[in-house]
């Protein structure tokens, strides 16, 4: 079983290790853990992943959540970090998403742009700074590049970089898709070696047919803590948070968080499954993920 | 029903607040609405646009409808605004638009590239910058980039951006087309997200064979009255214009301006429905819409 | 009939307007025409343009011709500027065309590269800068981009822009060509919009077959009178110049300048014309071109 | 058989030749030659490398095997670098390689994007800076620049550069592919002509039938003997070190690397050969290259 | 017969002149000509160059041809200079070539990108910058955009320039080829309109089969005299050298030589011709080359 890296161990300079410390040890669980709360759907997605939930329209509710339900931080585009964040600076901290994009356009050869950058995240008080990486994109020489800006910047001002590790593109799909643990793997490595300090992926789906386009060793029957202890691996000394993606059954949703946390995982990101609830429903889970990861200190 | 935001809930920097201010409450109807008369048709369609009503031609006859008409601003890119707003300097706000193209090349994949910079506008003390953002383009990587210089420029020089906020392209095409609910939906969420400070919008339009290939769940009949309440919340805390379009009947149009204001939009954008008629015509509307803002205080 | 705008009411900066003064009024005609000769063919023709008349393959013939025509400046590329004007330096104004290219590769997307800055421009004592503009070409996008780093400089340095504003590209042929009245009055204003101090256009043709693909209000008969002021309209407060062409018969040269001055042109600009003939022939069509122009104070 | 050239030959500048003079003499064999161990396949092929030796897949152990098997110094990304090298700093020489991909995406025009720069390897107290130049792509011209970057900076510090020559891309496949003498030997000269210092190259593939689509003079029967000191001479005064490529069996990895060694190379970058092993066993073949090195001082 | 410009008339900036004057007085013939070694073809071709006269291969047998053959300088790419320039400086000047390629890739569409800089030709004590330019390639914009910058740092630091003018790509290939009268006429006059202070040029080759699609004033039969006087002519003030290109026997090469000189050339530039031959072989047909410039004072 992996074991989870501790901040002293990441060799940080003294900005990304004073600002983490606030993440992981002064906010949310603070325990060493990380719940974060992202709210970019509405970027990514559209406004249709808020139907549902009507009250989550309003970004105002998303950033309540986070305050109320505990969380580490509340992760967002620069428009809502500028016109909902400074009502509850100092409350709940932030990580500023620096790029992002709309779903609308092929998805063949993704590239994330940048929105914002880490010179905004430090104006606004940010502790941290969130970047998507889409892994094995025709365009990934261009999101290399891209990055490597982000790195350097967040080097110069201290700043913790979250690496969104995502396999995407016409040829990741063409090696049995985004959800394998070969490609979900090889990203976290990816966002290792390019400099992530904390990485936030996708639990691997487990379905060996999948792997047939894999490289052989990849092929083979996974349970899924081999799968989660392989992809916690090859972060190395990059902190993993897990992602619980769409709206799941609460039960089903937390059984994944814990066994995420036991196979070395720092931390929960854990979005639509929270706000795509009425208020008391989003802090009732809320609160189960808190208790969840106060357990793992 | 979606409420207006109000200046002091945005939390603006005090430039773009001061900026906004003079818009909202010390120019046009001033009474927290926006009147706004673009001119920017001779380079986004040509000079086709004026030729039933040839006074327009010449680009001084629309900035003395904006002077006389009473408007919160004129909107034109750096050629009239060199050329013409100096004579009009302090009498009528400036939105110096920074982005435009024309109609002749394909729109398939269309971008809309920076003709002027916030700098310009603030040496012609313009009091907004606006910006037309293509959502759903092929090329919206290179556009969200361009955006963010834009926005980090406005934040800089404290100017407010007024993000015309348009889904085009061949993508938006296959999902239903630029003027159904969930494309201006989608639309007017980005700009939110990227930072817009107000919103241009067209109105959505209500057919519902075009939503077939829409997301599930904007698949329904909606009423106007509907569709403008979403755009605007998905808005956030972005002030959103509508567009009046083309020159149509002006009791319809008026109409239509009500509706959008009941709402919760903060203003409206015409042109054509204005300048494309003899002065005396122009400054008649011109009259009708101030009257009608002038109710929403 | 379209008015020549006057210098007093461009509302240029003082640097901008010391210099079109000079060209305007101490140089040329100096009447507030302009009579400009160009020399850029042998870089977007090539060395073909000369075969006919030997002498013209020296630069320094044009420069002579310049001089000794009485020309209110004579307009060139980078290279011909650094080697034959220093010898002309204050006795002929120099108008420094910063883009072109050879004919060579493809039109069907053009971009006119830029070979030379404003700054090179202010080096060498220019009056003004040159600018090729391929409205409609679908690299429009670089173009204007391009554009606006020039007018910027211009704007910094006070030094004028004249645009060459050519329709061009495989949609302007798709409309009808590059001739056309529509195409031709569509440059113009798209010129006058992204901030050209001067714009040289070409004398539309007037072929109505050629319209057919043209927006509707252009579908009609067209006198040259009546097009040459709907462009001259179409330029608003930027003064226009009108360019020959192809080496013709000196009458028929001579009747369409007239024309054109007489439809508010501010100047013509004719180089095959003029330098295509021998060192006699080429002063002696000059001097019609000058008591033509002496004749529009 | 081509002469090993001597650090005193090179025309280096003082920086260059102080950070050489430390690889070359001052650690691993110290004696002239070098013995690199990179780990960057985690980026390059990603985690699948690591299969078969599960100890390896923690960056830790290469640094670990690079200190304890007496390496000149190890060679990793930026990513890698930050977090373990900080423990080893100061105890083993680290060559901070400055670009990498994945292999996901197609390799017909390959391009390995900048991941970090000549700056972070001084602020990291590197030696060297690697740079994979993919020689015949048909991006190779945006490849150029890019290592033309590269190489100011690193003159403008004084940093050696380490160049892995590779040939690649679908225009190589069609002249027989990336292993030919043809191929390497292009590789080796456009290194040198570039201004690489040191030369990483793969050792040629002796099969005649893949040469018949290179250019003639190539077509012959090679001796690996003679391949070697082609290859090693095109590279002139940059030294060159060979690679071993995939794991095999000790002995013949010596053998091969005895060959280039008597050809003249200046060192051996062997990775998988060594890390691929359990630590007992990756000292132990590390050690069999420490003496073999050791006699070529 | 086309005269050959002097130093005096060129009207160049003292830095250029100073260094020109180097070139054209003090250094090879000494008499206003210029005799030049070229050694970028180990990039342009690869090592295949120097399989017939092996001693070739090692750049520093072309440095001591440049030398005791008394040339006027060495043209080379920034590697070799590096590493092999340091031991001549002061004894032959250095022509730095700033861009190369290798030939591997497709040549529809070429350019040559940048491997080093102005500011690199002037930190070695160079007394030129070479520059290679692809007239009528599909890329020749971003080609004069890469060159503008190029001039403008020559300009700064008063470095000369040299343009290699080659017609390349494929519409050129479709007007007839790169060799044609036509092809290298119009890059002549192209590198003299960007700036070029010398022009290399091939010799035209004379098959009027391959001007049939070349403009109708070309379509002749040429002299080589004709030919020569015509680019020539078209190059201005810019000076010419023409290369021998291929290995040829010496007297044909000389004899080439003779009719370029007698046409109104400034110089020779012969790289093949000269250093594909054992030493002494090199040595003489430089000294006969050297002879026949000393004869055109």
């Known amino acids: 079983m992996a074991k989870r890296p501790h901040l002293n161990e990441l060799n940080l300079s003294p900005g990304k290790k004073a600002r983490l410390y606030r993440l992981l040890y002064q906010a ?3 325990n060493g853990t990380l719940m974060i709360l992202p709210i970019d759907q509405g970027l990514e997605h559209g406004p249709r ?12 509710f998303e950033f309540r959540v986070a305050l109320e339900g505990r969380f580490s931080a509340i992760a ?4 809502l970090a500028e016109k909902y964040y400074p ?4 409350k709940v901290p932030l990580i500023l998403k620096l790029n992002g994009k709309t779903e609308i356009p092929s998805d063949d050869a993704p590239l994330s742009p940048l929105n914002a950058t880490v010179e905004d995240a430090v104006r606004l008080g940010a502790d941290a700074v969130g970047y998507t990486l889409y892994v094995g994109s025709a365009r990934q020489d261009e999101d290399f590049r891209q990055f490597r800006q982000v790195r350097e910047d967040a080097e110069r001002y201290g700043m913790p970089i979250v690496v969104w590790a995502y396999p995407r593109g ?10 394998t643990i070969y490609a979900v793997d090889y990203a976290a490595r990816t966002a290792q070696e390019l400099g992530a300090d904390v990485i936030k992926l996708n639990v691997p789906k487990l379905d060996p047919d999948k792997l047939q386009k894999a490289p052989k060793v990849y092929q083979r029957d996974w349970t899924l803590d081999q799968a989660l202890d392989q992809v916690i691996r090859s972060a190395g000394k990059s902190l993993v948070i897990f992602a619980g993606g769409e709206k799941s059954q609460g039960e089903s949703a937390i059984q994944k968080a814990e066994q995420c946390m036991q196979a070395g995982a720092t931390g929960l990101i854990f979005g639509r499954n929270v706000w795509q609830r009425p208020l008391h429903e989003a802090l009732s889970i809320s609160q189960s993920f808190y208790q969840l990861l106060s357990r793992y200190a």
């Open 28 to 30: 949310g669980p603070a």
């Open 170 to 179: 016409a040829a990741v799909e063409a090696k049995g898709g985004k959800d």
């Open 49 to 60: 992943d808020f139907f549902d939930a009507p009250e989550s329209q309003d970004p105002d």
């Open 76 to 79: 967002c585009q620069i428009g």
């Open 87 to 90: 009502t509850y600076a100092g």
